[in-house]
């Protein structure tokens, strides 16, 4: 059995940290599995750490469902949320519903995230009353960047504070089984994590929330052209990765790979018998 939704409100209750990563491949998912971490995100950042975009926007379904399947087929013990993509849910609530279908019975994730709070509630609800689970996130939200003006941290003056914990109590009326807190200030962070009852997955938002999310490329240094601020390296991949290419490249080039060990054999007088004709 897959780690459930019951299981990541009940970490909230004991009071235990909830870990949560992104993975857009099989092989990631399948390390990020093992390792017991109960929630794999295959997040839209896919647009920016694989495909190479500037941002999430250009991002579509069909990419989404592509990486959700690897990551599902990856994972045994996770639940695998997959990440709404920008105008897949605004328009309609049959959008809304058709699209977070796709992701449960093509993509085989069990649960959906969407950005926006307020705005998005009527959506979150219809979704979860057909027996999907949902995640919120809110704060920066990087599919309304445009609108934001930048990835600038959210929620600083009172106002803005406010329509944070408004956002965040929306969603959890709603029905939204979690909610990510990306970029805010520490204290308020907490202050949401305390006002709801369903955890809060913070990114950029200090160690007051319950369980924290990364984008996996960032912690392993994977993805090099910029670190944000919010992210640890754990490790450097890319270097690792690029040291490995290089000798490879060197090997050929000078002729000590491949050696026997990595090559076949046949019968030495076949090749005797086709020199002969
Ligand atoms: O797309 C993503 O990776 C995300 C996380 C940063 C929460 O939305």
Redesign the pocket.
């Known amino acids: 059995m897959r780690i459930s939704i019951n299981l990541i409100k009940d970490m909230k209750q004991k009071g235990e940290k909830i870990t949560m990563l ?1 993975a857009y491949d099989y092989t990631t998912a399948k390390i990020i599995d093992e390792a017991g971490i109960p929630l794999i ?1 295959v ?3 896919l647009g920016n750490v694989v495909l190479g975009y500037e941002s ?1 926007i250009p991002v579509t379904m069909a990419d989404m469902l592509h990486h959700t399947k690897a990551v599902a087929r990856g994972s045994r013990k996770a639940m695998v949320i997959g ?1 709404l993509p920008f105008m897949t849910y605004h328009i309609s609530s049959e959008d809304a519903l058709r699209n977070s279908a796709r992701f449960i019975q093509e993509g085989n994730a069990q649960a959906v ?1 969407l950005e926006g709070g307020v705005n998005v509630a009527d959506k979150v609800r219809k979704i979860v009353d057909c027996g999907i689970p949902v995640m919120g ?1 809110i704060g920066l939200t ?1 599919q309304s960047i445009n609108q934001l003006g930048g990835f600038k941290v959210q929620g600083k003056s009172l106002e803005a504070a406010r329509k944070l914990i408004d956002d965040a109590k929306a969603l959890e009326e709603a029905g939204a089984f979690a909610v ?1 807190l ?1 970029t805010v200030p520490a204290p308020l962070a907490t202050f949401i994590s305390q006002s709801i009852n369903i955890p809060t997955i913070g ?1 950029g938002a200090g160690a007051g929330c319950d369980g924290q ?1 990364q ?1 996996v490329s960032d912690i392993l240094g994977l993805f090099t052209d910029f670190v944000p601020r919010h992210a640890k390296q754990y490790a450097r991949i890319a270097d690792i990765m690029s040291n490995a290419i290089t000798e490879y490249y060197n090997d050929v080039k000078a002729g000590s790979f491949p050696t026997d060990k990595q090559s076949f054999s046949m019968d030495e007088s076949i090749i005797a018998e086709l020199e002969r004709r």
């Open positions: 992104t995100l997040g839209d950042s999430t990440d995230k996130h990087p990510v990306e990114i999310v984008v």
